[in-house]
């Protein structure tokens, strides 16, 4: 998409990555690059709860709940938030990049990966999938998906669907997504 609106309008498509907290510290050109590059002056440091960032204009290393993956003293790549973490059999992943896996599928328009229960941690919790794929089946996704996937972490279901369950802000409510799963055909 970055590609297509770099090509579109001539210019370079620049992203922001920061918090209120923090203030902008670092960015990508998203047509050509997977990896962050921090702004002058700015320093990561991983911690068990997240990322700290130093930089010039906050007074002390302020907590982000993201966990970056530092590569060389300049740059990093997302894995998600510490809201976003789960844990299957022993083993843990991010909702987020398993959602940008079935986004990286030839053919896959739009998706989103979920935990739909509420179970108590104690439970197996699976993770369920809304894919938006005109020309592929569940599936193929599945298959797919597979290859760069651990078992535990692929979704049962997924499910396809015309369209995700937006709001007007283009959000995802977790009821919608809920009222996805019993009925694919529902909109929000």
Request: glycine share 6%.
């Amino acid at each position: 998409l970055a590609q297509a609106v770099e090509a579109k309008l001539g210019g370079r498509l620049l992203e922001i990555f920061g918090s209120t907290e923090t203030c902008a510290f670092a960015s990508r050109r998203t047509a050509r690059d997977e990896l962050w590059t921090l702004h002058d002056g700015v320093r990561l440091e991983s911690a068990a709860e997240g990322t700290l960032v130093a930089a010039p204009w906050n007074r002390q290393p302020i907590l982000l709940q993201d966990h970056l993956e530092l590569h060389g003293a300049r740059q990093f790549h997302v894995h998600g938030r510490n809201a976003d973490l789960i844990e299957v059999a022993g083993k843990r992943a991010s909702l987020a990049d398993l959602t940008r896996r079935v986004l990286a599928i030839d053919g896959v328009q739009d998706a989103v990966v979920f935990q739909p229960g509420t179970e108590s941690v104690a439970a197996i919790r699976r993770v369920a999938a809304l894919v938006v794929a005109p020309g592929l089946t569940a599936a193929q996704i599945h298959d797919l998906l597979a290859a760069s996937v651990d078992p535990a972490f692929l979704p049962r279901p997924l499910l396809l669907v015309d369209a995700l369950p937006r709001n007007e802000l283009g959000k995802l409510p977790r009821q919608a997504l809920l009222a996805a799963l019993v009925n694919p055909d529902f909109q929000g």
